[in-house]
């Protein structure tokens, strides 16, 4: 949000954007960049033949920017519709605990939203990441807040 400026304050506005909001954050930067899995037969999938008990990686971070999906992909936008992203996964492999971190996102979010008038970030310097290629997550977001 902070580095889209302007979708931030269309959200402040418009605050019943909240929840398309959060799964955009999603759609544009996941959680979870990469999901390994072992196939259980072999098959052909778009012209390339993938064998039993081979690894293949689904990069859902990339498929979260496929335009064939979404429309102006690399565009961030909080109130995006039909945004099936895949930041949680899915299949059988769904993240059980979906539903929660929306749900405790919605909160926070909100309640920043509402006890504040601005924040920003402190300081210029790249984020420190997590130091996983699987993951992808802050560890620590310096903030200036200014009080409603």
């Known amino acids: ?3 889209h400026p302007d979708q931030l304050e269309r959200l402040r506005a418009e ?10 954050v999603l759609r544009f930067s ?3 960049q990469l999901d390994p899995r072992r196939a259980t037969h072999a098959l052909e999938l778009h012209g390339e033949r993938i064998d ?3 690894i293949v990686v689904n990069w859902l971070g990339s498929a979260n920017r496929d335009e064939s999906e979404f429309t102006e992909a690399d565009r961030f936008d909080v109130g995006r519709e039909d ?8 299949g059988p ?3 059980l605990g979906a539903n929660l971190a929306r749900l405790e996102t919605q909160v926070a979010l909100s309640t920043l939203l509402a006890r504040t008038r601005h924040f920003e970030r402190v300081g210029q310097s790249p ?5 996983s290629i699987v993951f992808r997550g802050v560890t620590a ?7 409603a």
């Open 1 to 3: 949000m902070l580095d």
């Open 15 to 24: 605050p019943g954007l909240i929840p398309s909001a959060i799964e955009e």
């Open 30 to 32: 996941s959680p979870v």
């Open 52 to 54: 039993a008990n081979q």
């Open 83 to 90: 945004n099936r992203h895949l930041a949680f996964g899915f």
């Open 93 to 95: 492999h769904y993240c």
């Open 127 to 131: 984020l420190p990441l997590h130091p």
């Open 141 to 147: 977001l310096p903030l200036r807040l200014v009080p």
